[in-house]
């Protein structure tokens, strides 16, 4: 069975930094492409970032480029969103999402994020900016 644990979720001043992590299980590392979501309080859910294996610099939307970071560490499974300059916006219940292919080209992320078509989903971690 394939889980995706996330966790780093809290309360943080505006301009303040929050690294969120994603323990993947039960899937080839390798494989696939891991993304992050997030959903604010009477909002549609947004895609925030994904990487790949075949794709390892990350793709971004646009209002979190510059400011966040994603990486993978294949050897804990553990893909990490570096969340710097966050702002009161960023507020919102961050999911990370598994889609089970991969490619080298940016067209696959940016579809997948503006999409959201992923295979499986973790629970969510509560992340909040606020002074």
């Known amino acids: 069975e394939v889980q995706l644990v996330e966790s780093g979720g809290g309360l943080v001043q505006p301009g303040g930094s929050l690294r969120l992590s994603c323990v993947v299980s039960?899937?080839?590392?390798?494989?696939?492409?891991i993304g992050w979501f997030r959903q604010a309080p009477g909002k549609e859910r947004e895609g925030v970032s994904c990487?790949?294996?075949?794709?390892?610099?990350?793709y971004y939307a646009d209002s979190v480029e510059g400011r966040f970071t994603i990486s993978r560490d294949n050897a804990k499974n553990t893909v990490y969103l570096q969340m710097n300059s966050l702002e009161p916006e960023d507020t919102a219940v961050y999911y990370c999402?598994?889609?089970?292919?991969?490619?080298?080209?940016?067209?696959?992320?940016?579809?997948?994020?503006?999409?959201?078509?992923?295979?499986?989903w973790g629970e969510g971690t509560l992340v909040t900016v606020s002074s």
């Open positions: 999402a598994l889609n089970r292919d991969s490619y080298y080209t940016d067209v696959f992320y940016r579809t997948l994020l503006r999409v959201g078509r992923m295979d499986v």
């Open positions: 039960g899937f080839n590392f390798d494989d696939g492409t």
């Open positions: 990487i790949s294996s075949r794709f390892p610099r990350g």
